[in-house]
């Protein structure tokens, strides 16, 4: 659960740092980015009534941009455990014996 829940924040952390043209760029395809992000459909996956009360820290029922990118920066701040600016493998899956094969 963990692990797919890391691949979604990062998705979605990803398409809110980027613009389409950085996937064009790189032959993504942001449809299949946006529909693998656990936020294309409401009411399952990230988008659930107890992910909203999670962000909505001011409590008045509406998450602003502001509180969206509030809580993925926490997010990767606990990822980035060294805080270097990148997540390794290791701090993606957890603490394991993986070994990463380009």
């Given at each position: 659960?963990?692990?797919?829940?890391?691949?979604?924040i990062l998705t979605a952390m990803t398409m809110a740092f980027f613009s389409p043209a950085c996937f064009a760029d790189a032959q993504m395809d942001v449809q299949k980015l946006w529909e693998g992000s656990g936020y294309a459909h409401p009411g399952?996956?990230?988008?659930?009534?107890?992910?909203?009360?999670?962000?909505?820290?001011?409590?008045?029922?509406?998450?602003?941009k502001e509180e969206f990118m509030a809580y993925y920066?926490?997010?990767?701040?606990?990822?980035?455990?060294?805080?270097?600016?990148?997540?390794?493998?290791?701090?993606?899956?957890?603490?394991?014996?993986?070994?990463?094969?380009k």
């Open positions: 659960m963990f692990r797919s829940m890391g691949v979604a399952k996956g990230m988008r659930t009534m107890k992910m909203m009360h999670m962000m909505d820290t001011n409590k008045d029922s509406k998450v602003s920066e926490m997010v990767w701040d606990k990822m980035d455990s060294k805080h270097v600016g990148f997540i390794e493998v290791n701090e993606w899956i957890g603490q394991g014996s993986y070994k990463y094969n």
